[in-house]
Every structure is written in structure tokens, then in C-alpha cells.
């Protein structure tokens, strides 16, 4: 019997076609007649057509077992799931091949973001372990200058609250003074830094003050918020301010400084004149001529015979104490704002707002050098007792000059307050500064 599918022959007792899996429908046996009818109506189609071979499937060889006979499951069925299941594995290979290198490039990335994070860690460790030179150097240097602010800073004593005007030693030499816009005036231990005495003047600032060569009388000028002044002169009292011996009204008061005979006191001021003051009496001795009067700050020589002044008119101002007569030094760009006789009367100092300390002879007149630091006004202008150097306070800086080379000597950093007033102790070897802040600091200078 052939497959009515493909005429493959069909294997005895097989229910399908061992060539395609076709089912084959099973038939009872014919009866013998019947089969003997169906033999020979088939010799007899044979002799009459040509001879036709079919091809036999492979026999097994006597040694070969034949397979078992599958269970009886429709083949159609069977062979779709067959297909089925090789195309879900392809599928499912192919999707565990996609998820693979998905993972591995998941994986891949994550290392090399790893890599990267590492690399960047690794690279910030460099940096800080291994800083550029140029801030290496700039760090070394700030605390190397903070380390040695520290050693030249002494002291700072505190007690006022608003810029200090005024820093004298008394000729005692025990004793400091500090001159406050809080209206008031302490008196130091010069050595210990603790406080002696206390004065609070009448409504106002006290915008100077100064002690008499002797130690004996005491000068405060105090101007109220209209303008109005008043120089209280006092007499010291055991190295404190006594009473008020006289008092002298003067409006828009800048300075105040005495003869080195104590008998005369000079008050400048910005209306436009310069007066000679009776220290004993309180009368106007003299009122001295001149052009932009307008005085900022003033100062007598050491042996009295030439009083230093400057303001407004950018020159440095220089009268005869006896005759009067004026000259003027002429080499700053702006006005004046303080000016200093050294110890020996030959030189003269003057701060301006051109930013420039000028060092005069005083005797011709003759310009010796401009000392120019940082670019800030100059508030105050000191010389030390030697007369060898010149401090210079600007802002947040105080330099200290040769007075003989002009060249710096040594430099003050104040990085949270500004100077306004220096003087040197007797001794030379400590510089105070008044601030703009209230206190006075105590430094170390250089000899």
C-alpha cells in the first residue's frame, strides 16, 4: 500500500508514512476471493503498462535494531510542535544572545564610569597632594608673613570704639595716650599695656591732642557735629590729665601742637588760618599769613624756630616762629595730609593724598626722596628718636623707610582695620599705631 501523500510505500502496521508523516487510514483484510480478484486485476494492469520501480526505503542491516514504534500521536501535530520548539529556541537563543552582550556592554560601561570616577578621584588626590608651584610658593608665603606678623605684632589694646586721632608717648615714657572720635582719651601703662585713666571730653571728637615737651600741660581739641570746636588745655597731674587750666574756641579744628617751650600752642584748622595760642593765658598771640591756609596738620622743629604745615594748597607750608615769613616746599600733587620734623630738625616729612611721602631738607628746602608702597593716602607720618627711619601709615599698611637711602625697611599689615596715627616709643623699639577700629597696636620694629 502507497501514501496517498507522497506514494511512499507504507510500512506494515504503521498508521502513518514513514517518508512525510502523513496519517494513513487503516482498512480491514480483504477476503480471500477479493484478494485473489485484487492480485490479479494488479499482474494484470502490471503486464500491460511498462515497468515502473518504487523505491524501497532503507533496510536495516541484521545487526541494527529498528526503533521503537512512536506512541500513537496524530504525526501532523507532532511535527508542528516540532517546529514550534526549534523556533522558540532560536528565538529564545536570540534573545539570550542580544541580553548577553546588552549585559556585557552594561558591564563594560559601568567599568570604564568606574575607570573614569577612579581616575578623576586619582586625579583630585594629585592635585592636592601636589599643588601648582606658584600657589605652593603664594601659600608658603602667606604663612610665613602671617608667622611673622605674628612675632612683630606686641599688643593691641582695646577700650575705644571709634578711629583713633592721636598716638603720643609722654615724655615720662611710661605712658601712652590715644585720642578717640568716641570722644574720649586713655592713658596707657607703656609697658604692660594696661589701662591708667580714662577722660571723657564734652559732645564731640577729640581730633588731637598733645603733651607739652615737659610733661606738664596737655592739649585736646574737640569738635562737635555742627562743627564747633574747643581746645581744652589741661595740666598733667602724676602722669594723668588734671584739670582744665584754659580753653580755646575755635571752629573746624584739624590740629593742635605746642612749642617745645610749652608756652605756645598752635591750633590749625580748615577755615583758613593758622593761630599761635598763650598756653598760660588762653590769648591769640598770632595769626600766620598765607595762602590755602586751610590746615590739616601742623607741627613746631625740635628747637622751636620753624613751624610745618600742611592742608589744602598741596604744599608744604614752613614758617619763621620769630618773623613769620613763609615758604612753601612744592613737589606733591595733592593736599597734604600730615606732616613730621625728625628728632634733629634737618629733615622734614610729609604724607599726601597723592599717595607719596616726601622727605625735605629743612634747612634749603631741597627734596631728598619720594618713598611711594601701596597706592592708598596717606594718614600719618612718624619719625623714630635715632631719626633714622620714617614710618608711613596707608590703609591697611605701615612701612617703615631709611630715611638716609629712602628705602623700605620693614612692612605692617592691619588686613582687618586701617592706621591713622603712629608714634615711636622713647626707646625706638616699639612703633603704636592708632586704627580706624578703635584700637591701638603695638609693634616691633627694626633698629
Same mark, same amino acid.
Given at each position: 500500500m502507497n501514501c496517498p501523500n507522497c506514494g511512499f510505500a507504507l510500512s506494515e502496521g504503521l498508521p502513518f508514512c514513514v517518508n512525510c508523516g502523513a496519517t494513513v487510514a487503516q482498512t480491514e483484510a480483504p477476503d480471500a476471493s477479493t484478494a485473489a480478484q485484487t492480485a490479479d486485476s494488479a499482474r494484470a494492469q502490471t503486464a500491460a503498462q511498462p515497468a515502473q520501480t518504487t523505491p524501497l526505503p532503507p533496510q536495516p542491516s541484521p545487526t541494527q535494531t529498528l526503533p521503537a514504534s512512536p506512541p500513537p500521536v496524530a504525526p501532523q501535530r507532532k511535527s508542528g510542535r516540532v517546529w514550534l520548539l526549534i523556533v522558540g529556541l532560536v528565538v529564545l537563543i536570540g534573545i539570550g544572545a542580544v541580553a548577553a552582550l546588552m549585559f556585557m556592554g552594561r558591564g563594560a560601561g559601568k567599568r570604564n564610569v568606574k575607570r573614569a570616577n577612579v581616575n578623576a578621584t586619582n586625579n583630585r588626590n594629585v592635585n592636592i597632594a601636589q599643588p601648582q608651584p606658584s600657589t605652593a610658593n603664594k601659600q608658603n608665603g602667606a604663612n610665613t608673613n602671617v608667622a611673622a606678623q605674628a612675632e612683630e605684632l606686641r599688643q593691641t589694646l582695646t577700650g575705644q570704639t571709634k578711629e583713633i586721632t592721636t598716638v603720643a608717648y609722654l615724655p615720662d615714657k611710661k605712658t601712652l595716650a590715644s585720642a578717640s572720635r568716641d570722644g574720649t582719651v586713655k592713658l596707657w601703662d607703656a609697658q604692660t599695656g594696661a589701662l591708667k585713666q580714662t577722660v571723657e571730653e564734652h559732645d564731640g571728637e577729640v581730633v588731637s591732642l598733645a603733651f607739652s615737651s615737659d610733661g606738664t600741660t596737655a592739649a585736646v581739641a574737640v569738635v562737635n557735629s555742627g562743627g564747633g570746636g574747643m581746645v581744652f588745655i589741661n595740666d598733667m597731674q602724676g602722669g594723668q590729665l588734671g584739670a582744665v587750666r584754659q580753653k580755646i574756641e575755635r571752629a573746624n579744628i584739624q590740629s593742635v601742637a605746642f612749642a617745645p617751650d610749652g608756652k605756645t600752642l598752635a591750633v590749625g584748622n580748615t577755615s583758613g588760618s593758622l593761630t599761635l595760642w598763650d598756653t598760660t593765658t588762653g590769648t591769640l598771640k598770632q595769626?600766620?599769613?598765607?595762602?590755602?591756609?586751610?590746615?590739616?596738620?601742623?607741627?613746631?622743629?625740635?628747637?622751636?624756630?620753624?613751624?610745618?604745615?600742611?592742608?589744602?594748597?598741596?604744599?608744604?607750608?614752613?614758617?619763621?616762629?620769630?618773623?613769620?615769613?613763609?615758604?612753601?616746599?612744592?613737589?606733591?600733587? /595733592?593736599?597734604?595730609?600730615?606732616?613730621?620734623?625728625?628728632?634733629?630738625?634737618?629733615?622734614?616729612?610729609?604724607?599726601?593724598?597723592?599717595?607719596?611721602? /616726601?622727605?625735605?631738607?629743612?634747612?634749603?628746602?631741597?627734596?631728598?626722596?619720594?618713598?611711594?608702597?601701596?597706592? /592708598?593716602?596717606?594718614?600719618?607720618?612718624?619719625?623714630?628718636?635715632? *631719626?633714622?627711619?620714617?614710618?608711613? !601709615?596707608? /590703609?591697611?599698611?605701615?612701612?617703615?623707610?631709611?630715611?638716609?637711602? *629712602?628705602?623700605?625697611?620693614?612692612?605692617?599689615?592691619?588686613?582687618?582695620?586701617?592706621?591713622?596715627?603712629?608714634?615711636?616709643?622713647?626707646?625706638? !623699639?616699639?612703633?603704636?599705631?592708632?586704627?580706624?577700629? *578703635?584700637?591701638?597696636?603695638?609693634?616691633?620694629?627694626?633698629?
Open positions: 595769626t600766620l599769613e598765607g595762602q590755602d591756609i586751610q590746615t590739616r596738620a601742623v607741627t613746631f622743629s625740635p628747637d622751636g624756630k620753624w613751624i610745618a604745615a600742611g592742608g589744602y594748597g598741596n604744599t608744604v607750608k614752613l614758617w619763621d616762629a620769630q618773623t613769620g615769613k613763609l615758604r612753601e616746599l612744592q613737589g606733591h600733587t /595733592n593736599e597734604i595730609t600730615c606732616v613730621a620734623f625728625a628728632p634733629d630738625g634737618q629733615t622734614i616729612a610729609s604724607g599726601s593724598y597723592d599717595y607719596t611721602v /616726601n622727605l625735605w631738607d629743612a634747612q634749603t628746602g631741597e627734596l631728598r626722596h619720594t618713598l611711594k608702597g601701596e597706592e /592708598n593716602v596717606i594718614s600719618a607720618v612718624a619719625f623714630s628718636p635715632d *631719626g633714622k627711619l620714617v614710618a608711613s !601709615a596707608a /590703609n591697611h599698611t605701615i612701612n617703615l623707610w631709611d630715611v638716609a637711602t *629712602g628705602e623700605l625697611r620693614q612692612t605692617f599689615k592691619l588686613p582687618e582695620t586701617t592706621a591713622s596715627a603712629l608714634a615711636f616709643a622713647p626707646d625706638g !623699639a616699639t612703633l603704636a599705631s592708632g586704627c580706624a577700629d *578703635g584700637t591701638v597696636k603695638l609693634w616691633k620694629s627694626k633698629q
